[in-house]
């Protein structure tokens, strides 16, 4: 088994291009909202373990690269009112470039005749709308998949002592996302999409990185 690291939401980043558009933003771009605050480190905590690793370059709030592309949430607020060519065109440069680089290791792999790990790495805020979430990490899978639900089993028995581990939570595995729609490109017997879940609380601890790269490792 080979596996491929993502990391959608890797960056705060806007271009000059569009940074009129986002005046108004730079609170929202420093905040989880902009960006997956911590999962830089542990994206690259988990890069020699990986055969092949993409990131985003861009905020989340210009283009959303784990939304589909008619998601209502592809685009943000800041974004949603940018004239319709230019959203076709962070389409057709960031959106659409990033997602076939990834089907395209992924398929790769396949063909030589190994299996593949989507490891898919994200953070999330502490508190949301007022409400704590209750977990340290999260790991987000499809529980139709056999082989999805085995390995956060597993990966996950290697978390207790870093703290509370949940499953599909604080979100579903299934929802729209990166992994969801190569679930629809392989199957089960060649492709496993799990997605990490962080909280950004933990991210605060020089540690936390090393200690979940270790916990893979553990399992591979």
Not at 168 to 185: M, V
Request: proline share 4%; net charge positive; charged share 20%.
């Amino acid at each position: 088994m080979q596996l491929i690291l993502t990391c959608e939401h890797f960056s705060a980043n806007i271009p000059r291009r569009w940074s009129q558009s986002f005046a108004l933003a730079q609170e929202a771009l420093c905040s989880h909202r902009g960006w997956d605050i911590g999962a830089p480190a542990i994206y690259r905590s988990l890069m020699p373990l990986a055969s092949s690793a993409f990131r985003g370059n861009h905020s989340r709030l210009l283009i959303d690269l784990n939304r589909s592309e008619k998601h209502s949430q592809c685009f943000s607020e800041f974004s949603r009112g940018l004239p319709k060519h230019e959203r076709q065109e962070l389409i057709e440069t960031i959106h659409r470039p990033f997602r076939n680089q990834v089907r395209d290791a992924v398929s790769e792999i396949i063909a030589s005749g190994d299996r593949v790990l989507h490891l898919s790495v994200h953070t999330f805020t502490p508190v949301l709308h007022g409400v704590t979430r209750n977990a340290d990490i999260g790991l987000l899978y499809d529980p139709s998949r056999k082989s999805e639900k085995q390995f956060a089993g597993l990966w996950g028995a290697q978390f207790p002592a870093m703290g509370r581990v949940r499953y599909n939570y604080p979100y579903k595995g299934t929802s729209d996302g990166h992994t969801t729609a190569l679930r629809r490109i392989f199957t089960q017997e060649v492709y496993l999409g799990i997605e990490l879940e962080v909280n950004q609380a933990m991210t605060k601890s020089r540690g936390t990185a090393s200690a979940v790269a270790e916990a893979l490792r553990a399992v591979l």
